[in-house]
């Protein structure tokens, strides 16, 4: 008899899906079993890793799929800490990553959870179906996260029909008449500004963007969630660039998921709002009310090339070259400063001296998860990392890196993977429960954490350095540890802590910030 559990081993594989991450529950023993049953039959299923928390199962799913660009499948039980799953599953639903959770059906199912889709299979022959039909609306843009609910005794009851996979739709292609309209404002404006957050999902629109940029002569705004612009191309204005939106009378949002600028302020009421986005209308975020003049809902991969086209069509080419030499010089001052901040003794660059340390250390292929409260503008303007290299968290809560760090070396076990993190997020991020998972996944990654931890007074009432409880956290978890406190001391620490996680142990830095 095939059953429900052995069809959805069955599907998971079909779909796509390399890993599934499972934390268990008793709700579960008949898929666990199914999937035990495969490996023992050499039939082909995806590789469970074992996740002793489910924030972390959801963290890693994350990260894997930002690193593989993959669908994927999540097991959790719900009875109670439901909770635990919110702040992960919001955060995914948030980047649009296409995860797929299967959780205990009963009372403790989040059917309030964050989320685009849940299905409720009544019987196990229905089960299939659902799982498909899932899948299908998780990879469909905008993508996100659907919910499946499992039942005890219907994964151990006889399978329905073999189902087939459901391709997605494919993504729009945008209107070229909303894209013309788009270029003319663009062409009309004398100080038009670029802001992208996930063009670099695809490592393709990169080029695309920074073609779009030189043609149009125009700062880019980086929230670097990917690569979106090489960091130190001229027209890279980073996040430091209030005063260019301040003065901008026509703004070009590339996939940007905010009403607003976080620490760039208001948008200026009087400039034309420009919009391209698989879902321009955030239906899901009701505070988004910018008055856009012109949205096309497209991929920004198949728009840009398009849209650029158009532009070159009606530039001036002096009027263009004057623009962009003025913004490059404009915007060569404050690489300049950048580039003195990371060699700089001032206490409050010492972030900054941190990361340019580390940023030279790194092999040139390994991937980075940043997530520091403190250091996202400081790895903006100091983390020189190819595109598909780099990733940052927009999500409300700490914590995603570390557990998204085990996900990403999965999806990528030939490369370093290093999360950077401050302590707050280093300790929400659960790192017993992650590094567990990632020694015994074979998956160990290194943690760099950026430590502002202050000094307390010692009995004879002069300052003394804290024992560092990053290090003590790492060696209780089974990690190898290390604290340095000099921006010089960086690079032969992590020389060393790679190796560690070359031989099989996760790795933590806890990196001794000056106190400002």
């Given at each position: 008899?095939?059953?429900?559990?052995a069809?959805?081993?069955?599907i998971?594989?079909?779909?796509?899906?390399?890993?599934?991450?499972?934390?268990?529950?008793?709700?579960?023993?008949a898929?666990?079993?199914?999937?035990?049953?495969?490996?023992?039959?050499?039939?082909?299923h995806?590789?469970?890793?074992?996740?002793?928390?489910?924030?972390?199962?959801?963290?890693?799913a994350?990260?894997?799929?930002?690193?593989?660009?993959?669908?994927?499948?999540?097991?959790v039980?719900?009875?109670?800490?439901?909770?635990?799953?919110?702040?992960?599953?919001?955060?995914?639903?948030?980047?649009?990553?296409?995860?797929?959770?299967?959780?205990?059906?009963?009372?403790?199912?989040?059917?309030?959870t964050?989320g685009?889709?849940?299905?409720?299979?009544?019987?196990?022959?229905?089960?299939?179906?659902a799982?498909?039909?899932a899948?299908?609306i998780?990879?469909?843009?905008?993508?996100?996260?659907?919910?499946?609910?499992?039942?005890?005794?219907?994964?151990?009851?006889?399978a329905?029909?073999?189902s087939?996979?459901?391709?997605?739709?494919?993504?729009?292609?945008?209107?070229i008449?909303?894209?013309?309209?788009?270029?003319?404002?663009?062409?009309?404006?004398?100080?038009?500004?670029?802001?992208?957050?996930?063009?670099?999902?695809?490592?393709?629109?990169?080029?695309?963007?920074?073609k779009?940029?030189?043609?149009?002569?125009?700062?880019?705004?980086?929230?670097?969630?990917?690569?979106?612009?090489?960091?130190?191309?001229?027209?890279?204005a980073?996040?430091?660039?209030?005063?260019?939106?301040?003065?901008?009378?026509?703004?070009?949002?590339?996939?940007?998921?905010?009403?607003?600028?976080?620490?760039?302020g208001?948008?200026?009421?009087?400039?034309?709002?420009?919009?391209?986005?698989?879902?321009?209308?955030s239906?899901?975020?009701?505070?988004?009310?910018?008055?856009?003049?012109?949205?096309?809902?497209?991929?920004?991969e198949?728009?840009?090339?398009?849209?650029?086209?158009?532009?070159?069509?009606?530039?001036?080419?002096?009027?263009?070259?004057?623009?962009?030499?003025?913004?490059?010089?404009q915007?060569?001052?404050?690489?300049?400063?950048?580039?003195?901040?990371?060699?700089?003794?001032?206490?409050g660059?010492?972030?900054?001296?941190?990361?340019?340390?580390?940023?030279?250390?790194?092999?040139?292929?390994?991937?980075?998860?940043e997530?520091?409260?403190?250091?996202?503008?400081?790895?903006?303007?100091?983390?020189?990392?190819p595109?598909?290299?780099?990733?940052?968290?927009?999500?409300?809560?700490?914590?995603?890196?570390?557990?998204?760090?085990?996900?990403?070396?999965?999806?990528?076990?030939?490369?370093?993977?290093?999360?950077?993190?401050?302590?707050?997020?280093?300790?929400?991020?659960?790192?017993?429960?992650?590094?567990?998972?990632?020694?015994?996944?074979?998956?160990?990654?290194?943690t760099?954490?950026?430590?502002?931890?202050?000094?307390?007074?010692?009995?004879?009432?002069?300052?003394?350095?804290?024992?560092?409880?990053?290090?003590?956290?790492?060696?209780?978890?089974?990690?190898?540890?290390?604290?340095?406190?000099?921006?010089?001391?960086?690079?032969?620490?992590?020389?060393?802590?790679?190796?560690?996680?070359?031989?099989?142990?996760?790795?933590?830095?806890?990196?001794?910030?000056?106190?400002?």
């Amino acid at each position: 008899m095939r059953t429900a559990a052995a069809e959805l081993v069955m599907i998971l594989y079909d779909e796509g899906v390399s890993h599934v991450f499972v934390s268990p529950g008793t709700h579960a023993t008949a898929l666990r079993d199914s999937l035990a049953d495969a490996e023992a039959a050499g039939v082909p299923h995806p590789q469970p890793i074992l996740c002793a928390h489910e924030q972390v199962a959801i963290l890693a799913a994350h990260g894997h799929h930002i690193a593989s660009g993959g669908p994927q499948a999540v097991i959790v039980s719900v009875d109670g800490p439901e909770l635990n799953l919110g702040g992960a599953i919001h955060g995914a639903q948030r980047h649009r990553i296409p995860i797929t959770v299967f959780s205990s059906a009963g009372r403790g199912t989040p059917y309030t959870t964050v989320g685009k889709w849940m299905a409720d299979p009544r019987v196990a022959a229905h089960l299939g179906t659902a799982a498909r039909r899932a899948f299908q609306i998780s990879r469909a843009e905008p993508t996100g996260v659907t919910h499946v609910p499992l039942g005890a005794g219907a994964l151990r009851q006889p399978a329905g029909e073999l189902s087939r996979r459901l391709p997605p739709p494919r993504p729009p292609a945008p209107d070229i008449g909303a894209l013309e309209e788009m270029a003319e404002l663009l062409a009309a404006a004398e100080s038009p500004v670029i802001v992208g957050a996930r063009v670099g999902r695809h490592v393709g629109a990169v080029h695309l963007l920074a073609k779009l940029a030189e043609t149009l002569g125009a700062p880019v705004i980086d929230f670097r969630c990917h690569v979106n612009l090489p960091p130190r191309h001229p027209l890279n204005a980073a996040t430091e660039a209030r005063d260019l939106v301040a003065a901008a009378d026509a703004i070009l949002l590339l996939d940007v998921a905010l009403p607003c600028l976080p620490v760039l302020g208001p948008l200026p009421p009087e400039a034309w709002l420009l919009q391209i986005d698989v879902d321009c209308l955030s239906i899901d975020a009701p505070v988004w009310t910018s008055p856009v003049e012109v949205a096309v809902t497209a991929d920004t991969e198949r728009a840009l090339p398009l849209l650029q086209t158009l532009l070159a069509n009606r530039l001036s080419g002096r009027k263009v070259g004057d623009r962009r030499a003025r913004v490059e010089a404009q915007l060569q001052a404050r690489h300049e400063a950048w580039r003195a901040r990371a060699t700089s003794d001032d206490a409050g660059d010492g972030a900054d001296a941190v990361l340019a340390e580390l940023d030279r250390a790194l092999p040139a292929d390994a991937l980075v998860l940043e997530e520091a409260a403190h250091g996202g503008g400081v790895a903006l303007r100091q983390m020189e990392r190819p595109p598909g290299h780099f990733f940052r968290s927009m999500s409300s809560g700490p914590g995603w890196s570390v557990g998204a760090a085990l996900g990403a070396r999965l999806a990528r076990p030939a490369q370093p993977v290093v999360a950077v993190c401050d302590q707050l997020a280093f300790a929400s991020g659960l790192p017993t429960a992650a590094f567990w998972s990632a020694q015994r996944a074979g998956a160990p990654f290194l943690t760099v954490v950026l430590d502002r931890t202050q000094a307390v007074a010692d009995p004879g009432g002069e300052a003394a350095e804290p024992a560092s409880e990053v290090a003590a956290a790492a060696r209780a978890s089974g990690a190898e540890a290390s604290v340095v406190s000099r921006p010089s001391d960086v690079a032969a620490a992590v020389e060393r802590l790679l190796a560690t996680t070359r031989d099989g142990l996760c790795a933590v830095l806890d990196v001794r910030l000056p106190r400002a």
